[in-house]
């Protein structure tokens, strides 16, 4: 959701007191366009719908069969991570070919073509959730600063290619 309040909040709150189904409302972090393609990756992968008015899908229709499942979520103020979502394989794999299909495009812009691998690592279980932690702020930054540099220093082999360190490459060029 954009803002949790009115009758989004409420109806959490009310799902609560009367022991009705767990819910969960979680703040889309990206803008425009960005978080309806988050939002629609999210409902494949768990097999459920968006309640929106663009779509006509008010949350008064509702029912028990629109709403998603999954074996575990983990919600923070950071991330909301989604394990074993209860989407149909087949279409988070027509989803991911949809994407790959963008992604060839050339007229797709560099910034979208970002947003589209970080959006099909995230649907091909191919992301990793790396959790570090320290006493401070400080220490929490330095040892993510360490995780980050590897990651970092990956992803620019799998876009650039990689060379043999050490002379190897040299040694290699001079037979």
Do not use: M, W
């Not at 790396?130 to 995780?147: H, L, P, Q």
């Not at 980050?148 to 990956?154: H, M, S, V, W």
């Amino acid at each position: 959701s954009k803002d949790i309040d009115g009758e989004a909040l409420t109806a959490c709150i009310l799902n609560k007191l009367c022991d009705q189904p767990q819910v969960a409302a979680v703040k889309v972090p990206r803008f425009g366009d960005n978080h309806k393609f988050i939002l629609g990756d999210l409902t494949i992968l768990t097999g459920g719908t968006i309640f929106t008015d663009e779509l006509d899908v008010k949350l008064e229709k509702s029912s028990p069969d629109l709403l998603d499942s999954s074996s575990s979520i983990t919600i923070t103020k950071e991330d909301t991570v989604v394990f074993n979502g209860e989407g149909s394989k087949d279409a988070i794999q027509a989803h991911c070919e949809q994407i790959c299909t963008l992604l060839a495009d050339p007229s797709t812009s560099e910034y979208d073509k970002t947003k589209l691998q970080e959006r099909f690592a995230k649907l091909s279980e191919g992301a990793a959730v790396i959790k570090a932690g320290d006493g401070t702020d400080v220490d929490v930054g330095k040892k993510k600063d360490r995780y980050d540099y590897p990651l970092n220093a990956e992803r620019a082999a799998v876009e650039e290619g990689i060379l043999p360190g050490s002379g190897a490459a040299s040694l290699k060029a001079s037979l």
